[in-house]
């Protein structure tokens, strides 16, 4: 059975070789696409707080 991802990458393979593809596979390759995460970082905020030993 086929992956959608599995898919996606044999359609990618074969149109990078210069093979035309279809309108099924073209569809495939969008929905694939837009529902790939475009964002591949993320950011994060972070407080350090040091403290000093007190000398008595």
Do not use: C, N
């Not at 696409?33 to 994060?44: G, L, M, R, S």
């Amino acid at each position: 059975m086929a992956t959608v991802k599995g898919l996606y990458d044999l359609i990618k393979k074969r149109q990078a070789e210069g093979e035309k593809i279809g309108i099924l596979e073209q569809s495939i390759i969008e929905a694939y696409e837009a529902d790939e995460p475009k964002q591949t970082t993320k950011e994060v905020h972070v407080s350090f707080i040091k403290y000093k030993k007190q000398k008595d």
